[in-house]
């Protein structure tokens, strides 16, 4: 169900509660009193979450979801590899008119979403994926970059995120290791090796390596902005680059399923996401280039911890969307919101750089604990 009119009535259903970031997102939900819907696929671990935060929950397979939807006005999906649950909620939410967020990074998924637009928009419905780390700041700082340099033909974005992963991120990010990286040229998407490019950024701590890397805004980034030449980078350490070198050559070997099986084994026996402590005290940092044949300019983003990060701008985006603020059909975070919508998250700053020159500098609402590594010029 759908309404324009903001509605202090409105609910939402959060499937995958149970898993490191959707219970991370419940808790946050339940402190700001947003009781929503708890779901997954495994009751036991289900009803234990909706215990612990005392809010209502429901155990479905992604593939019935339609006759779990019907009564919630939004669904916000944290339940990964996204690959796999993605298309199953959207088929659901669109049939059911409700709308769909998730907390997505996978190029794929973007693109098998987009294509959903018109029938979306014909049933009144809003597809919102990418609400997390990947793609809400970096999505914003294109859009800022665009509106700062309306001819640019060139975007350049790049991520330097400290701090360990989830074993849910982990195993999205074995399962696509074999699948090599993508670039947007001349408006196409165009499939090359994994970092097959390599260039020395300032994320405002001095100059890092970073390689180009199969990031979702390959795909919003282009529905953002238009702009039709389009690479993503994240800051890496040699034993990293070396790594996605040697995935390059091995890309058939490791998509095996034997292989997958037992790279997801190992990530269930060794990883474990971030501590609160890194959570708290942790920070990303984003970059951002845009040129055309005239000029050139560059922006910076300092962000919470990832994870902390994707919890706000998760239930942030729900909100908006919740409050009738999201247009319908297929919509990326700064298409449906806007290239500030970072700076309402609290411990954001935006800064934009002439040559060597900072010559603006917004910063969105204060983190109520001071965040950790200091210094640094943003």
């Known amino acids: ?3 324009s009119d903001a509605d202090s009535d409105a609910t939402f259903l959060l499937y995958g509660a149970y898993g490191y970031t959707g219970r991370l997102v419940a808790e946050a939900a339940a402190e700001r009193g947003l009781e929503p819907i708890l779901a997954g696929r495994d009751s036991e671990r289900v009803s234990a979450v909706a215990s612990d935060l005392d809010l209502p929950s429901r155990t479905f397979d992604v593939r019935e979801a339609a006759a779990f939807v019907d009564d919630v006005d939004a669904v916000l999906n944290c339940a990964g590899p996204f690959e796999k649950t993605a298309d199953p909620m959207v088929d659901a939410c669109i049939r059911e008119g409700t709308h769909y967020l998730d907390i997505t990074g996978e190029l794929s998924v973007f693109e098998r979403i987009k294509r959903r637009d018109a029938e979306a928009d014909d049933a009144g419905v809003t597809l919102l994926p990418g ?3 990947d793609v809400v700041p970096t999505d914003c700082l294109a859009a800022h970059l665009k509106r700062r340099l309306p001819a640019a033909t060139h975007l350049a974005l790049g991520l330097d995120a400290a701090g360990t992963i989830s074993k849910g991120t982990t195993k999205t990010v074995l399962s696509g290791i074999g699948d090599g990286g993508a670039v947007r040229e001349n408006g196409d998407l165009r499939w090359v090796p994994v970092g097959h490019k390599t260039r020395a950024i300032d994320f405002g701590e001095g100059l890092k390596r970073a390689v180009t890397i199969p990031w979702g805004d390959v795909s919003t980034a282009h529905v953002t902005t238009g702009i039709p030449n389009i690479e993503v980078y994240a800051a890496m350490p040699p034993a990293g680059r070396r790594l996605l070198g040697a995935a390059n050559y091995l890309g058939g070997l490791l998509s095996a399923a034997p292989v997958q099986a037992v790279l997801h084994r190992l990530v269930d026996r060794y990883v474990e996401g971030p501590d609160e402590r890194t959570r708290r005290e942790g920070y990303g940092l984003v970059w951002g280039e845009a040129r055309s044949p005239g000029g050139r300019v560059v922006s910076r983003l300092r ?16 909100e908006k969307t ?15 919101f806007g290239p500030d919508l970072i700076l309402e998250v609290p411990g954001t700053e935006r ?3 002439d040559g060597d020159e900072v010559v603006e500098r ?6 109520e604990e001071t965040t950790g590594r200091g210094g640094g010029d943003y």
């Open 303 to 318: 962000t919470p911890e990832t994870y902390r990060l994707t919890v706000e701008t998760s239930l942030l985006c729900v």
């Open 1 to 3: 169900m759908t309404d």
């Open 351 to 353: 800064v934009d750089i």
């Open 322 to 336: 919740l409050s009738g603020d999201a247009p319908t059909g297929y919509q990326t975070p700064a298409s449906a």
């Open 131 to 133: 609400v997390g780390f």
């Open 362 to 367: 917004v910063s969105g609402p204060e983190l």
